[in-house]
């Protein structure tokens, strides 16, 4: 099989060695930590044994050459030969890394290179004798002679085959020996696996792989549980090791197979489970993405005729037309809703690469720090799965960096050493929250107030009126940075603005809360997917907008809402909170008017609580996103436009953009009148 | 600069002859939709132009420059909507029922991050004073144009041609479209 990009099976093996190499990093960092979870060590010895199989079947020698030696060395550290160390670590994260490069290349259609030499020297140095090698293997006991004649004999069959008749002698004469009786029920387990493992009788080294698959459950989930039941402790496994690690090749898997089998043991349950698994028949198809695209942007198209009908309602009354409109409204509703779901994907996807960036982020800044993921499994839009991808990993990078303190410091603090930092994720109701919570110095909103004088953003009394959560807020804006001296990881001070530009251009929102020594907390809430939107229509001057839904509280007449002032600026005061009153009409540029329609809207954003009078509510609308193009792309104040049920066009506003553009600091000096008290307001 | 974009319409030209445009090979000829804009005549590449629309009002996009006419809805898309009389300062800006929107496939060419190139096609309408002919211009006839001082800058021009003795102004609709109104745009959405 030569290489060629084209073929079907390379593809297969591009997407399944894709997905393996991706949860490798995530399993790597997990087992570092925790050197001891035989399962990860399975699971990573597995993922690369796999890839190496792949490889070979398509001649890609280079992969197959690192994925082999670093299969090589979890197998060493599965038996126990080696300890799994961070030296260890470092080397197979590199070829990881390497390994990724080679896909990269592959997905080019190019046949990778080999890995530079010093990588596998690292690899090898490991492997042979690195430093941390257990030693049963120097202090064997005399074995019987007898024993050892007839294993060397056998391996000296020409191959290395063992043969079950040649296994059986061995058999035969380890029962002769001294330690009968116990070995016998251990090499009867051997066989035992061995041959419900894989029907033929040799057993080379690439069946024994097989075998380990076969042990894993795929191939014969009932023989495995039974054979860790036949498995007989450790004494017996040290004997057989004792009697036959020296000897060919064939004899050392036979050991490993114990080995296994005793691993297995400590967790019974999990071949049975797996086994579970591989009956399962197959269910699940393949999509190209942009089919799936294609249907979302045809259902797109659905909902705007069902919108439309839902306009002519009002002018053709006949009981029939307006039962067949609302049948049609269910159903467009039970199909957006499918095809919704068709387009989700768990966050496992973006989280699984953050435990590598916490850990070479850490270790860079000689910090201890354990990330933790909550929630991997909670399912968003797939293009919102990608376009989190990169304010997340600011925020952990940040977290890491600029929240966890250096150890000493954690330390005298009465802190742990090892700080945490909690990336989660939950759905709560049409919208996601994800939390990144960090246990490290908190921000000080003194120091914040401090620099915002400083940096001119504002005046000294300004800044004195801002509330700390409005403070906290202050990092996202453009050109503010805490963090004293510019490293190469943050610092730079233009991370979180582009954290935030990013989070509301997907209709999301970023809040942040701190405390001084305990660390702080962001909460990002985007909606489930970015196609379509539930809007409050309203008119402004004489044409309609869309306001996203999510952020709007509360809706009053507006001859029904007190307006107070405060500082000369017109407020209106709600149920104990205080809201500066915007005009809409005075941020899309409109004239002012009075009339009896207007009605005032609470919008809470972050940093941006406030009453906004529009004209008129339309009424609720699902809108679907239409892209703007290129030309119109960035344009602040707008999250994208939307064919309304007439047919015209309505711009959808994002409203916390609008106003930054459109009033900036202006609306800073409002302060943050929402837990102000609101004193001194003239009724 | 005219020259290159000179050599460039000859091997656009070369493409031509597969869509039948050309008379020999002698001459060939490029079809150029032309239309006026103050008091001008100007040609847009026909093979750019998507449609022609009559004019009709469009949703605003309040806080954009004055230019930006707002975007209309054309069987689903979005399309933005630029008025080229006031973005190049014409006085006199009049919309009645001569007044036509084209709408044109502007091409713009991004360095991709492997070193190759990206390019995008963008649907863009532009609002003129009305459109007058269909006409063969031979690329022979084309002409570097002098540093004239017309209405839309000499940055823009492809070069000039008559048509029954009457001067067109050929444009470049990438470069107007992407530096002469995205660029704009851009420091417009900066501030």
């Known amino acids: 099989m030569a290489f060629d990009p084209n073929s079907e099976i390379f593809h297969d093996f591009l997407q399944e060695a894709g997905e393996l190499l991706e949860g490798l990093n995530e399993q790597l960092v997990d087992l570092e930590s925790n050197p001891d979870d035989s399962e990860a060590l399975n699971a990573v010895f597995r993922a690369f044994h796999t890839i190496k199989g792949g490889a070979g079947f398509l001649e890609l020698s280079a992969i197959v050459e690192l994925c082999h030696r670093s299969e090589d060395l979890f197998g060493k550290i599965r038996e126990g030969q080696l300890q799994l160390t961070q030296e260890v670590m470092d080397p197979v994260l590199a070829a990881v890394d390497e390994l990724n490069t080679m896909f990269e290349a592959l997905q080019e259609g190019v046949e990778p290179a080999s890995a530079p030499a010093e990588v596998l020297q690292q690899l090898e140095a490991m492997l042979h004798g690195g430093g941390a090698e257990a030693a049963p293997v120097e202090v064997v006991a005399e074995p019987e002679p007898v024993v050892t004649e007839t294993v060397s004999h056998s391996a000296e069959d020409g191959d290395d085959d063992i043969t079950d008749d040649e296994f059986e002698a061995l058999l035969d004469q380890l029962d002769d020996s001294s330690e009968g009786d116990d070995l016998s029920s251990s090499a009867g387990f051997v066989t035992d696996v061995l041959l419900g493992g894989d029907p033929n009788d040799d057993i080379t080294d690439d069946e024994f792989d097989l075998l380990l698959d076969a042990l894993d459950g795929e191939d014969s989930p009932g023989d495995v549980p039974q054979a860790v039941a036949s498995a007989t402790p450790s004494p017996v496994e040290d004997q057989v090791e004792q009697v036959v690690s020296q000897q060919a090749p064939s004899v050392d898997t036979a050991v490993t197979a114990t080995k296994k089998a005793a691993v297995k043991q400590e967790s019974p349950v999990v071949p049975s489970k797996k086994g579970g698994h591989a009956s399962k028949v197959e269910s699940s198809v393949r999509v190209d993405t942009r089919r799936l695209d294609d249907v979302m942007n045809m259902v797109g198209e659905l909902v705007l005729i069902r919108n439309r009908f839902d306009n002519l309602k009002q002018s053709i009354s006949s009981e029939i037309v307006d039962r067949t409109i609302s049948d049609l409204n269910l159903l467009t509703t039970d199909i957006q809703e499918v095809v919704m779901r068709l387009r989700m994907q768990p966050v496992r996807k973006v989280f699984s690469r953050f435990p590598r960036v916490v850990r070479d982020l850490a270790k860079k800044l000689g910090r201890k720090v354990k990330l933790q993921l909550v929630g991997e499994e909670t399912e968003v839009d797939k293009n919102l799965v990608e376009e989190l991808a990169d304010p997340l990993i600011h925020l952990i990078r940040n977290a890491v960096d600029h929240g966890i303190e250096t150890p000493d410091v954690r330390l005298a603090h009465g802190k742990p050493a090892e700080g945490t930092v909690v990336l989660s994720a939950e759905q709560e109701g049409d919208h996601i929250l994800l939390t990144i919570k960090d246990d490290g110095a908190g921000m000080n909103p003194e120091t914040l107030r401090h620099l915002a004088v400083k940096r001119g953003m504002m005046d000294h009394e300004t800044a004195m009126q801002l509330s700390n959560r409005a403070l906290f807020s202050l990092i996202f804006e453009p050109g503010f940075s805490t963090k004293k001296e510019i490293s190469d990881v943050s610092g730079r001070g233009v991370g979180m603005d582009v954290v935030k530009t990013h989070i509301s251009q997907l209709n999301g929102q970023v809040e942040i809360d701190s405390e001084v020594g305990g660390g702080t907390t962001i909460s990002i809430q985007v909606p489930l997917t970015l196609a379509i939107m539930p809007t409050l229509m309203v008119l402004v001057g004489n044409q309609n907008y869309a306001i996203p839904l999510p952020g709007i509280m509360e809706l009053f007449e507006r001859s029904l809402v007190e307006v107070g002032k405060v500082g000369g600026r017109e407020v209106v005061r709600l149920r104990d909170r205080t809201y500066p009153l915007i005009y809409a009409s005075q941020l899309l540029d409109e004239p002012r008017i009075q009339s009896a329609d207007q009605r005032v809207l609470v919008i809470e954003l972050t940093g941006h609580s406030l009453a906004l009078v529009v004209d008129q509510v339309i009424g609720q609308e699902e809108v679907v996103i239409k892209p703007l193009g290129s030309l119109l792309r960035g344009m602040p104040g707008y999250s994208g436009a939307t064919i309304t049920g007439d047919g015209s066009v309505a711009m959808i506003l994002d409203i916390a953009g609008m106003i930054s553009k459109k009033m900036g600091n202006e609306f800073l000096a409002y302060g943050d009148l929402g837990e102000a008290k609101g004193e001194g307001m003239a009724a | ?191």
């Open chain 2, 1 to 191: 600069m005219q020259t290159q974009a000179a050599a460039g319409q000859l091997e656009s030209g070369a493409n031509g002859i597969e869509g039948g445009n050309f008379v020999d090979e002698e001459k060939e000829v490029r079809q150029h939709l032309t239309f006026v804009l103050g008091g001008e005549e100007y040609g847009f590449d026909i093979l750019r132009v998507q449609e022609i629309k009559g004019w009709e009002v469009p949703t605003v996009i309040p806080n954009t420059p004055k230019y930006v006419k707002g975007v209309i809805n054309l069987r689903g898309a979005i399309v933005p909507v630029i008025d080229l009389r006031l973005r190049f300062q014409l006085e006199e800006v009049r919309y009645d029922e001569l007044t036509v929107v084209i709408v044109l496939n502007v091409h713009r060419t991004d360095e991709s991050e492997d070193g190759g190139q990206n390019v995008t096609n963008k649907v863009v309408g532009v609002v003129v004073d009305g459109v007058s002919d269909v006409c063969n211009v031979e690329l022979d006839s084309i002409r570097p144009a002098p540093d004239f001082h017309g209405i839309i800058s000499s940055d823009f021009v492809t070069g000039l041609t008559t048509d029954n003795e009457k001067m067109i102004v050929l444009l470049d609709i990438d470069h107007l479209i992407n530096s002469g109104v995205m660029s704009q745009l851009d420091k417009a959405f900066d501030n």
